[in-house]
C-alpha cells in the first residue's frame, strides 16, 4: 500500500463532557507529502489551530489516527513524543513564543540542548541560521527588545536549528503588518523550496498563494481543498480523496524504540 | 547551550523572586546554624569547666573494708591496715588503651604525724602535677619548690600555729612553710602538704603511693571506658569517676538540644513549606515556557532536571547565605546566654557542609512535586494558542 509521509485519518476532537462538549475538529481525513507546503485556512475558531497542534503530536485527538513517516504519532509514549517533535518538527508558534529570559541566540540554540551537539557547534549553527534571518547583528538582545517581525523571525530561526522536515506555522504573520508579513511567508517559501514540508494555519487568503495547496476549514471541519497558487484561484474545490499521489520518502530512520506501523 | 544554561538564566532572570524562595530556607537553615552552635559552646562550656574543676578519676587501692566515714566524721573502730600500691607501677595507667586522653596523673602518699605535738594529716604530693590538677588553689606565699618545703592547708596552718617562712620539724627532718593555702572549702584546709619523695621518707613509706588522681582532658571521651581500662592494668584497685555532676549538667544540656531539634525541625518544615508554595508558583507561572521546552521536543525528564536544577542551585546558596548568617548571628548570641561562653566551632567546615546539604536536599525535596506537576503539563494546554 502506497504511504503518504503525513497521514490524517478520520480524526476528531472534541474538548469537555456532557452539554458542554465542544466539537473542535471532525471527520479530517487528508494526506501531505513530503515537501509539500499545505496552507490550512479558516475563520477564527475553526478548529485549523486545534488540527496543527494534533498533527504536531501535542493534543491527542478523541478519535482517528496520525501518521507520520509511517509512525503512528499517538501510538508513541509520551517521551517518544517529545523525540519525535524533536526531530520532526520545528514549530513556529502564533504570538511567537520566545522564552523572555533567554536571548535571541540562546533562544535559537534552544531546541539543540537536548541533542547532544557541542557548544561551539551549537553557537555556529545558531549564528549562521540567524544571519539567514537577517538578525545577525541582534543575537544577544532579549525578545522584549525585538519587534514584531524580528521576534517572528528567531521563532522561524528556532523552528529550523534542528534541520525538522516538517514546519508547523500557526498563523506565522498573524501579528505582523502586510511587509513584514510578506518577508516572512517569502522565508517560509524558501525553506519548502529546500525540502521542508511546511503545514500553515492562516486565516489570511493572502498568505495562502505562497503554498501549493489550501485545505478549507469551518466549524470543525474540512470544507475543501484546493491547489492555491495564484493560477489555480480561479479553479474549482478538489476533493480530498483527490490529493494524494506522492511517494513517502521514509527520509529519516527514527530514534523510537517503537517500531512504527 | 545546556539544560543548566536555562536554569541560570532563569534565576538571574527572576532574582527578586528567588530570593524570596531562598529566604525560607536561609531563615531555616540560620536557625539550626544558632541552635547547633549555642548546644556545641554549652556542651564545650561545661566540658571545659570540668577539666577546670579538676580530678575526673580517682584510683585507691581496693580493700574489704567499709568505709566507716561519712559527711567527714569518722566513726572508731575503723581497721587502719593500709593498703599502698607501688610507685613504679603508676606509669602503667599511660599503657592503656585510650592513654591520648589521660591528661595528669598526681599520685599522693598519705599518713599521719605530729607536728607542735598535734596529730595531723601530711599528704606527699608532686606538686607540679598537683598544681595543674587544682589550679583553684591560691597561695599566700612562694610555690613550693625544694624537697623539705611544705604547704599547709589554712585551718592547719591555725590549729598548729604556723605562718609562711615559720620552719617545723617532722620526724626529725626540718621543713620550711613556703605558703598557706587559701581556703578551699574542701579538705585540704585542714592538711600538711610536701613533696611526694620527702613525705614518702617522712612516713616511712618510700615508694608507696596511697591513692591517685587523674584527669582526662578531653570533650566527651568516654570516662567509663578509661575507668575500666584503669581497672583492667590494677586488679588491685578501686578506680571510680567523678562523673555526677557532669551528669547533671549534660542532661540539661541534652535538654536543650531535644528542644533545639524540635525547633529545627519545624523552622526546616515551615521553610520547606514556603519552598514549595514558592515553585508551585514558579512552575504555574512558567507554564506556557513549559509548554513552549515540551513542544519542541523536551521531554519530561528534561522539563524536570531544569526544575530540580534550579532548586538544587537555590538550595545551595541558601544552604551556604544561611550557614554564614547562623554563624554570624552565633556569635553575637553565646557570649549573651552562656557565661563564659566562647563562640568556638564558628564557621566549622563540618557544619557548613551540613547546612549546604541540608539546604539542597530540602529544596530538592520541596520542589519535586512541583517538578514533576511541570513536567507533566500538557504542552498544548499549557500553550493555549497552539
Given at each position: 500500500m502506497e504511504r503518504h509521509f503525513i497521514e490524517v485519518h478520520d480524526i476528531g476532537k472534541q474538548y469537555g463532557s456532557g452539554e458542554t462538549v465542544v466539537q473542535?475538529?471532525?471527520f479530517?481525513?487528508?494526506f501531505i507529502d513530503d515537501g509539500e507546503f499545505l496552507s490550512v485556512m479558516g475563520q477564527s475558531g475553526s478548529g485549523k489551530s486545534t488540527l496543527l497542534s494534533i498533527i504536531g503530536?501535542?493534543?491527542r485527538p478523541t478519535k482517528g489516527t496520525v501518521y507520520v513517516d509511517t509512525l503512528d504519532i499517538y501510538g508513541l509514549s509520551s517521551e517518544q513524543k517529545a523525540d519525535f517533535r524533536s526531530?520532526?518538527?520545528?514549530?513556529?508558534?502564533q504570538s511567537f513564543q520566545l522564552v523572555p529570559y533567554l536571548t535571541v541566540l540562546e533562544n535559537v540554540k534552544l531546541p539543540m540542548a537536548i541533542t547532544g551537539i557541542r557548544s561551539g557547534d551549537q553557537k555556529a549553527r545558531a549564528l549562521k541560521i540567524l544571519e539567514r534571518v537577517g538578525l545577525g547583528d541582534k543575537v544577544n538582545r532579549l525578545p522584549d527588545q525585538l519587534s514584531g517581525g524580528e521576534q517572528e523571525r528567531v521563532a522561524i530561526a528556532r523552528a529550523i536549528v534542528n534541520d525538522p522536515p516538517i514546519l508547523l506555522a500557526d498563523e506565522p504573520t498573524g501579528n505582523l503588518d502586510s511587509e513584514t508579513a510578506e518577508d516572512i511567508m517569502g522565508l517560509l517559501k524558501s525553506l519548502n523550496e529546500e525540502g521542508k514540508t511546511v503545514i500553515m494555519v492562516t486565516h489570511n487568503s493572502d498568505m495562502c498563494h505562497y503554498s501549493g495547496r489550501t485545505i478549507f476549514m469551518k466549524d470543525g471541519r474540512m470544507d475543501g481543498s484546493r491547489p492555491s497558487g495564484w493560477a489555480h484561484l480561479q479553479q474549482g474545490f478538489i476533493p480530498p480523496s483527490a490529493q494524494h499521489t506522492v511517494t513517502p520518502s521514509a527520509r529519516r530512520q527514527p530514534k523510537f524504540s517503537k517500531p512504527p506501523i | 547551550m545546556k539544560l543548566y544554561h536555562i536554569s541560570i538564566s532563569?534565576?538571574?532572570?527572576?532574582?527578586?523572586?528567588?530570593?524570596?524562595?531562598?529566604?525560607?530556607?536561609v531563615i531555616g537553615i540560620a536557625t539550626i546554624v544558632i541552635l547547633l552552635s549555642v548546644t556545641q559552646s554549652m556542651t564545650r562550656n561545661i566540658e571545659e569547666r570540668l577539666d577546670r574543676f579538676g580530678a575526673n578519676m580517682v584510683m585507691v587501692p581496693r580493700t574489704e573494708n567499709l568505709s566507716l566515714s561519712y559527711g567527714g566524721i569518722t566513726v572508731g573502730g575503723v581497721n587502719y591496715r593500709t593498703v599502698e600500691f607501688d610507685e613504679a607501677r603508676i606509669g602503667d595507667i599511660r599503657r592503656i588503651k585510650d592513654n591520648k586522653n589521660i591528661g595528669i596523673i598526681a599520685p599522693k602518699v598519705i599518713g599521719s604525724t605530729v607536728i607542735n605535738e598535734k596529730d595531723v594529716l601530711l599528704i606527699g604530693v608532686d606538686f607540679e602535677s598537683e598544681f595543674a590538677l587544682k589550679n583553684w588553689w591560691r597561695l599566700d606565699g612562694d610555690t613550693p619548690k625544694a624537697a623539705n618545703d611544705l604547704l599547709f592547708g589554712v585551718v592547719g596552718a591555725v590549729a598548729l600555729r604556723v605562718s609562711r617562712g615559720d620552719q617545723v620539724i617532722i620526724a626529725g627532718r626540718t621543713f620550711d612553710v613556703a605558703a598557706i593555702l587559701q581556703r578551699t572549702g574542701a579538705p585540704e584546709d585542714g592538711v600538711v602538704i610536701g613533696d611526694l619523695h620527702e613525705i614518702q621518707g617522712v612516713l616511712g613509706k618510700k615508694g608507696k603511693i596511697s591513692m591517685v588522681e587523674l584527669a582526662a582532658f578531653c570533650r566527651g571521651c568516654p570516662i567509663s571506658e578509661i575507668v575500666l581500662q584503669i581497672a583492667e592494668k590494677f586488679p588491685d584497685a578501686r578506680v571510680t569517676a567523678l562523673e555526677q555532676v557532669v551528669m547533671a549538667k549534660m542532661q540539661s544540656v541534652e535538654m536543650f538540644r531535644s528542644f533545639s531539634y524540635g525547633i529545627a525541625a519545624l523552622v526546616i518544615f515551615v521553610g520547606s513549606l514556603l519552598v514549595f508554595v514558592t515553585m508551585m508558583?514558579?512552575?504555574n507561572e512558567r507554564t506556557r515556557e513549559i509548554g513552549i521546552f515540551r513542544a519542541i521536543g523536551f521531554r519530561q525528564g528534561h522539563v524536570m532536571q531544569i526544575i530540580l536544577l534550579e532548586a538544587m542551585i537555590v538550595g545551595f546558596v541558601a544552604g551556604l547565605v544561611g550557614f554564614l548568617a547562623g554563624s554570624i548571628v552565633a556569635r553575637v548570641v553565646i557570649p549573651l546566654v552562656i557565661q563564659d561562653g566562647t563562640p568556638g566551632g564558628i564557621l566549622s567546615p563540618s557544619l557548613g557542609m551540613i547546612s549546604v546539604l541540608l539546604g539542597v536536599s530540602l529544596s530538592l525535596m520541596a520542589?519535586?512535586?512541583p517538578a514533576r506537576k511541570a513536567s507533566r503539563l500538557d504542552p498544548s494546554a499549557a500553550l493555549r494558542a497552539l
Open positions: 473542535a475538529v471532525s479530517m481525513d487528508f503530536g501535542l493534543n526531530e520532526y518538527l520545528g514549530i513556529i508558534f | 532563569n534565576l538571574r532572570r527572576r532574582k527578586g523572586k528567588v530570593v524570596f524562595l531562598a529566604l525560607g530556607l508558583g514558579f512552575v520542589s519535586l512535586y
